[in-house]
């Protein structure tokens, strides 16, 4: 078993900046979970704490039933890909490879390194390291370029050797920090693709950071959203989508971003234009904040007027941005609505897509 157990952990850095308060998390084994917010707000500092590269302040965090807060990183059974490939320049690809595969060698030789078996030990070790690295680099389509150096590849190519090196040592849990943040769009949907595959091959417990909301709803089994140190939620893509906890959640997930207006419930019923409301499921009353998902827009006909400011072609959808509700409220249409910008349109709103909010930037969702 090698799920990851965090319970009250706090970050504190010597300059007194809190990086992550008082966490309580778990990922089950094998689990492919995505850790997504914006940039500061504490998730590589999570990752490295549970890699044991940063110490923890407070709390506890267990691998499988083991508590690892003393257990130095080497021993965790974890590893770890960065942002930045840390390849070994002057080593080529295959000894990039090898190398971690040798450095346990070298450990455990130096253990034995009484016994009378030790040569008979190191040839066997070195076929099996073959044997491994050979898997790997053919698991990852890494052969051709083996025998190349780190600078001579091109980032997509340097990231897969990265993952590979990972790979190799059959960890129990995988760490990684945006692994995909310099590499452009087309690699990052390839690399996507392949590390949902080395998930399904390996089984493994895999926690992934990324500051990419779209990323992380095409990767995560799991999401878990982060604000300034704090969990905010934790939940699948649909539940983050469909069911944001709370205003930053539902703002920071979702393409157009949800749009938002400050308003009131009256009697259970949101006001959204003068005189007409619409019934909610929340016993609530007073100022709210009411959300409205792009895509809940349905331009064309409907009790609500608005007046086209923007229209933006996406083939066979347009992103469209009109005043209406005394806001500017952008609509995701379907592609075959005539709409022209400076007109009026009619529409009207899928109440799916609504939600209530309490007022305040992180407002927690009331309906
Ligand atoms: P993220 O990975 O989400 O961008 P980080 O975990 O890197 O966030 O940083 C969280 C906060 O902790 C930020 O305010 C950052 O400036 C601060 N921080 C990160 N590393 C250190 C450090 N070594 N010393 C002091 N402050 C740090
Ligand atoms: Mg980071």
Redesign the pocket.
Known sequence: MSEVVLQGVS?T???E????EACDLRIPDGQFAV?V????????????MIAGL?SVSQGTIHIGSREVNHVPPKDRNVAMVFQDYALYPHLTVDRNLRFPLEQRRQTSLLKSCFSLNARRARRMETSAIDARVNEVAEQLGINAYRDRLPRTLSGGQRQRVALGRALVRDPAVFLL??PMSNLDANLRLDLRTELKQVHRLLGATMIH?T?DQEEAMALGEVLIV?RE?VIRQVGTPAEIYNQPADRFVASFVGTPPMNFMETSMVDGAVDVDQHKSIKMNSAYEGAVVLGIRPEAVRVGSGPYQGSVTAIEQLGDRMMMTMQAFGVKLAARVDGSVSVRTGNNCSFDLDHSGLHVFQPGICGVRIA
């Open positions: 970050k850095y010597p300059s900046v809190v990086a992550v850790l917010g914006p940039s500061g707000c504490g998730k590589s500092t999570m990752l490295r940063e920090d945006e950071v500051h982060m140190g």
